[in-house]
């Protein structure tokens, strides 16, 4: 888990790095704390598609990009 700064908010979050932990995501996961997800990285920018099989808890997304 690493800790990341967005404007002014802070996040602890998971990083998806591997196409593993991409394809499990938060899958089976009952609850999430407060400021806690999971990061998404791509070695390129590239269209992706995100699905929520077995997603249990309600998810924001948010799209970064290199710039």
Do not use: R, Y
């Not at 938060?26 to 791509?42: A, C, R, S, V, Y």
């Not at 920018?45 to 099989?53: A, E, N, R, S």
């Amino acid at each position: 888990m690493i800790n990341i700064k967005l404007g002014n908010k802070e996040f602890n979050v998971d990083v998806a790095d591997t196409s593993e932990k991409k394809e499990k995501g938060l899958m089976d996961i009952k609850e999430l704390p407060k400021n806690q997800g999971m990061l998404f990285i791509w070695d390129t920018p590239q269209h992706v598609d995100m699905w929520m099989h077995n997603t249990l808890i309600p998810l924001d997304i948010i799209f970064i990009n290199e710039d």
